[in-house]
């Protein structure tokens, strides 16, 4: 039997809502002092003891040195991003972006959204459920008042002489003090405290989750509607374009000077880059509904903040924290870790259903023919028992279960160590994607610039007839592609950018001054790494 059963959470009071979200280390609930120095006091415990696993040893998320996100030497220039080795992720990540007003929507989620509320209701049924359990720990006291008539019709026959019997026909009132107390000699009842707090800590780390997830989704999907607010501005441009090649060559047929055949071919490419504007039209009212509905409130009630490109900033100094804080700072690790944590608790249960069990218990109170009468002296009664039980042949229902256990804790260690390697792939997927976004942002602004200056050179060989509309036509579905590839690589590399961020577990506080956890995680001020922070500290991770 197992004597050191006190584990990292045996001794720690159970959190208040909120405030014990932020220890890192300490987040499930624990055991009240006293009561858990009454209960080890009299229990040993059975089943293994929890231990946290440990990071992977590994030295960074990328094979041989990460180079920070560059387009390169040559042609334009394009912003780079500089990945800060050792940096923490702000609480508040998405103010990197320098947008207010998705600063304000973000808040706004976090305070009205009812997937934080419920997971904030998981809590507490957790935590009332954890405290539920402690009470295994202490004996069980219950009172009863009882009133009865009797009436001996065969008083005579029971007692012999019926001038003994005082009265045939009596009342009786029994006053009672019930006590049962269960030690907890193998430390069930310790192991399935442990196995709720792990559940508290689990439904603590799903908050964190959710509240990530929400951020993220937040600011991606504002970044999605930029997108399409830059992809219409491009189009209209393009249809601007397009209506003013039209008008020369209406003149120069006037004027004799261009086919019928041409000014229909122009009109025809008009016409199709009008019906571009419908659909991105109809994406961008269903991405504010997307927006709204984040925001908790119903699509009649729209958010009033809106987003375009020219409004977010591309954060340019990008912290990268160090491989073996990932596993900290991952809200689904840490939960994968509590559900060990819990698997772990239900062997020691299991165990302790096989061994026998003590149950003791004490009666006492007082009986009287009237209430009065139940409160006299020499009126009083006691019983004191004690019983063993313990199971002899159960089918070995028993010893299954404890198997069953057993196994259940290999499953959840399995599905720790992919959620690790899950976490580890999503941070590895975004450096690589930023690393292709610096490239193909580069490539983009080339060749709308080319293709611009090409469309510019046919406008003037239209103007002075030298060229055929076969070109024209060319040159302008060449510039509405590289346009929109601008728009859309300009926006992949904004949300690349949030992937990143969320990927490292985004920035929850380890530490709070007020019972608020809103306010902790929207209050802290962001801080973004210097450039002379970012090149002194050019990582190799």
């Known amino acids: 039997m197992d004597k050191n059963c006190v584990s990292r959470h045996a001794l720690s009071p159970l959190p208040a809502q909120g405030q014990g979200a932020f220890d890192r280390r300490h987040r499930a609930s624990g055991r009240a002092g006293i009561v858990a120095a009454l209960a080890l006091s009299l229990s040993g415990c059975v089943g293994p003891n929890f231990v946290p696993p440990a990071a992977p040893a590994v030295d960074g998320y990328l094979p041989g040195k ?27 990540w998405w103010a990197a972006f320098r947008s207010q007003p998705l600063n304000d929507l973000v808040r706004l989620s976090v305070n009205h959204s009812p997937t934080l509320q419920a997971a904030e209701a998981a809590i ?49 009132v029994t006053q009672s003090l019930s006590v049962t107390f269960v030690p907890d000699v193998w430390g069930a009842n310790f192991r399935a405290v442990e196995n709720l707090d792990a559940v508290t800590e689990q ?48 003149r120069q047929f006037d004027a004799g ?71 900290d700072q991952r809200p689904d690790v840490r939960a994968a870790e509590a559900n060990m944590h819990s698997a772990s608790a239900l062997i020691g249960v299991a165990i302790a259903a096989r061994l026998p ?3 003791l218990t004490a009666n006492g109170g007082t009986s009287g023919y009237n209430f009065a ?35 259940a804790l290999d499953q959840a260690e399995a599905q720790y160590r992919s959620t690790v390697i899950t976490a580890f792939q999503n941070v590895a997927d975004a450096l690589r994607a930023l690393q292709a976004d ?54 992949n590399r904004l949300s690349d950018t949030a992937a990143l961020f969320t990927a490292l577990g985004g920035g929850w506080p380890t530490s ?30």
């Open 66 to 92: 990460l180079e920070s996100a560059n387009g390169g030497p040559g042609g334009p220039k394009v912003a780079g991003q500089h990945f800060v080795t050792g940096q923490d992720v702000a609480a508040r």
């Open 124 to 172: 507490k049924i957790a935590k009332y459920n954890a405290l539920a359990q402690r009470g295994g720990w202490l004996p069980q006291i219950s009172g009863s008042s009882s009133s009865s008539q009797q009436l001996l019709t065969n008083a005579g026959t029971v007692f012999g002489d019926l001038g003994s019997v005082p009265q045939t026909e009596y009342s009786l």
């Open 257 to 327: 000077q261009a086919a019928q055949a041409d000014v229909l071919a122009q009109e025809a490419a008009l016409a199709a880059v009008e019906q571009l504007l419908p659909p991105l039209e109809k994406q961008l009212a269903q991405q504010r509904n997307l927006l709204t509905a984040l925001a908790g409130q119903l699509p009649s009630d729209e958010v009033m903040q809106k987003f375009d490109l020219a409004h977010l900033k591309l954060p340019t100094n990008l912290p990268i924290s160090l491989p073996g804080k990932l596993v």
């Open 512 to 541: 709070c001054a007020t019972p608020v956890w809103r306010e902790c995680a929207m209050g802290e001020t962001p801080s973004e790494p210097t450039v002379s922070e970012a090149k002194s500290s050019e990582p190799k991770i």
């Open 438 to 491: 610096a490239r193909a942002m580069k490539a983009a602004v080339h060749a709308e610039e080319t293709a611009k200056a090409s469309l510019d050179i046919v406008e003037k060989q239209l103007n002075a007839g030298q060229v055929n509309q076969l070109q024209v036509l060319n040159a302008q579905q060449t510039y509405l592609n590289a346009v929109i590839t601008r728009v859309l690589a300009e926006a």
């Open 357 to 359: 069990n003590i149950q």
């Open 373 to 407: 009468q139940s409160f006299a002296p020499g009126t009083g009664f006691y019983t004191v028992a004690a019983g063993v039980t313990a199971p002899i042949f159960d089918g070995f229902t028993l010893y299954n279960k404890q198997k069953a256990a057993e196994v």
């Open 203 to 250: 439904q603590l780390f799903q908050l964190e989750a959710a509240y990530l997830a929400l951020a993220g989704n937040v600011v991606t999907a504002a970044i999605q509607e930029a997108s399409l607010r830059g992809q219409l501005e491009a189009t209209k441009r393009v249809i601007a374009i397009e209506r003013h090649l039209l008008d020369i060559l209406k």
